[in-house]
């Protein structure tokens, strides 16, 4: 079993930015595989960016050169920088793990999950 605990949202103006902390506790040999989800209301969960045990990234799209996702493993703390941030990226910030994936942004992947945190992004 693996906890997730995510920190650091809030509400910011466009273009202002926001930490995001997500701490494991637990068997954290199976959070080889770690990412961040989001979910607006209404809508579908989507991945946002992953990482995994060997430093390999992927973002979505649509978050590509404004998120930066970043792990410190003697915290075993996994963090999402947000800067440029838009009134579109308003949702729920979820973080997630597993030992292993072949399709990182997938929300169907990962059996650990955190309970989130609201980013709200004004106008």
């Known amino acids: 079993q693996v906890q997730l605990v995510e920190s650091g949202g809030g509400a910011v103006q466009s273009g202002g930015s926001l930490r995001l902390s997500c701490a494991a506790s637990g068997d954290t040999d199976h959070s080889a595989y770690m990412a961040w989800f989001r979910q607006a209301p209404g809508k579908e969960r989507e991945g946002v960016a992953s990482?995994?045990?060997?430093?390999?990234?992927v973002y979505a799209d649509s978050v590509k050169g404004r998120f930066t996702i970043s792990q410190d493993n003697t915290k075993n703390t996994l963090y999402l920088q947000m800067n440029s941030l838009k009134p579109e990226d308003t949702a729920m910030y979820y973080c997630a793990a597993d030992s292993y994936t072949d399709m990182p942004l997938s929300n169907i992947e990962y059996r650990y999950w955190g309970q989130g945190t609201q980013v709200t992004v004004s106008s």
């Open positions: 990482i995994d045990s060997d430093g390999s990234i």
